[in-house]
């Protein structure tokens, strides 16, 4: 599980077990939704996880095509 939290103007999605910051991979549409893996450095604690579509615009459904 993850925690995402805000400072000043920068956004970041931290591990909710142990309070670290993740590693993030946007990992592109899962096909209908944006989707990213998160992976804690500490911990070790892994997930994958989908975005609301309607929440997020000017993402590409291929990431290799920032």
């Known amino acids: 599980?993850?925690?995402g939290t805000t400072h000043i103007d920068y956004f970041a999605i931290t591990c909710a077990a142990?309070?670290?910051?993740?590693q993030n991979?946007?990992?592109g549409?899962?096909?209908v939704?944006?989707?990213f893996a998160a992976r804690c450095p500490q911990?070790?604690?892994r997930g994958t996880y989908k975005m609301?579509?309607?929440a997020w615009s000017g993402l590409p459904r291929?990431?290799?095509r920032d």
């Open 29 to 31: 549409w899962d096909p």
């Open 25 to 27: 991979e946007y990992l």
């Open 52 to 54: 609301r579509e309607d």
């Open 18 to 22: 142990c309070g670290s910051e993740t």
């Open 62 to 64: 291929d990431p290799a």
């Open 43 to 45: 911990c070790g604690k």
């Open 33 to 35: 939704m944006p989707q």
């Open 1 to 3: 599980m993850i925690v």
